[in-house]
């Protein structure tokens, strides 16, 4: 817009300057341009020069200011990127525990299973030996000639083994229990990591 009214003031003082009838004359001051008229062009030229300072300074002062918001976008974009791989680095760590913690349960539960398994056979076994002593007691109260102080000595070693698999049996009954807390805490660590 600045441009056009500049350059149609020039145009008006340059087509005012010729407009005038030519005379036949050949005086100087005919072919010489009115001071009006030149001071109206100097006066438009200088409307110009500054229209078109104001347009270079406003356009590289808008230059800068989208440089620098290129840069900023660049290095936020560039943190993102960062961000990104960090957060890929934690994910796959935490798949890591997860398998980690899955492997483990399931080694825990075998151990369960088997410790399980052996304390039922120990169990069973201490009943069978329970009933043998029964009935060895009932023999030897109806058929056996043998002493007391042997009887006491048998019964003696019985009931030291019934307490020995009686120890057992508690201290395996307390690795079940603590293996159970165990493998629910890891159940839960896994189900919260999920």
Request: proline share 2%; hydrophobic share 40%; aromatic share 4%.
């Amino acid at each position: 817009m600045i441009w056009a009214l500049c350059l149609l003031c020039v145009a008006g003082g340059l087509t005012a300057a010729h407009a005038g009838p030519l005379s036949k004359t050949s005086k100087l001051e005919d072919k010489a341009a009115p001071l009006e008229e030149v001071n109206m062009l100097m006066f438009g030229v200088i409307q110009l020069s500054e229209s078109l300072n104001y347009v270079y300074e406003t356009t590289a002062a808008k230059i800068a200011k989208i440089s620098q918001v290129l840069m900023s976008h660049e290095g936020t974009l560039q943190m993102l990127g960062k961000q990104t791989e960090q957060a890929a680095e934690v994910e796959k760590q935490m798949k890591d525990v997860i398998q980690l913690l899955q492997a483990q349960m399931a080694k825990q539960q075998a151990q369960t299973v088997m410790t399980k398994d052996w304390l039922a056979s120990m169990e069973q076994e201490g009943v069978e030996l329970k009933t043998k002593v029964r009935r060895l007691e009932m023999y030897l109260s109806n058929f056996a000639p043998i002493s007391i102080k042997e009887l006491q000595e048998r019964a003696e070693e019985h009931s030291n083994i019934l307490k020995g698999l009686q120890l057992l049996t508690q201290f395996h009954k307390e690795n079940i229990e603590t293996q159970k807390d165990q493998l629910s805490k890891l159940q839960r660590m896994s189900e919260a990591m999920t």
